[in-house]
């Protein structure tokens, strides 16, 4: 079993910054593939960084890649990724959602059924 807990979401101005938190806990095995994932008003959940914590593989989408970057800290019982978010765009206004998969990432880094586990999400919203 797997508790995630993200937070760090807010309002914020086109081309601001803001950084994701989310602290997975629980079976090392079972999250060591950890995913963002943004829902936007209209349009399916999809995957945008995934990081890979055992071997510290990242994965971006397009559209976040030169604007997102990832980083985490390992401790005993849990592991912390963040979500670094520079130059914001109003489309970039979404929920996001940080997840956990078993095993490695791989080719599954952005397949949302692959990934067991799920938080409750944080609301970002980039005002233009």
């Known amino acids: 079993q797997v508790h995630l807990a993200e937070s760090g979401g807010g309002s914020v101005q086109a081309g601001g910054s803001l950084r994701l938190s989310c602290v997975a806990s629980?079976?090392?095995?079972?999250?060591?593939?950890l995913g963002w994932f943004r829902r936007t008003p209209g349009k399916e959940r999809a995957g945008i960084a995934a990081?890979?914590?055992?071997?510290?593989?990242?994965?971006?989408t397009d559209s976040v890649k030169d604007r997102f970057a990832l980083s985490h800290d390992n401790a005993e019982d849990a592991v912390t990724v963040y979500l670094r978010m520079n130059s914001l765009k109003a489309e970039d206004t979404a929920m996001y959602y940080c997840?956990?998969?078993?095993?490695?990432?791989?080719?599954?880094?952005?397949?949302?059924?692959?990934?067991?586990?799920w938080g409750q999400g944080t609301q970002v919203t980039v005002s233009s």
């Open positions: 997840a956990a998969r078993r095993g490695p990432c791989d080719i599954w880094h952005f397949s949302e059924q692959s990934y067991a586990y």
């Open positions: 990081v890979d914590t055992g071997t510290g593989s990242t994965w971006y």
């Open positions: 629980g079976d090392a095995y079972s999250r060591n593939c």
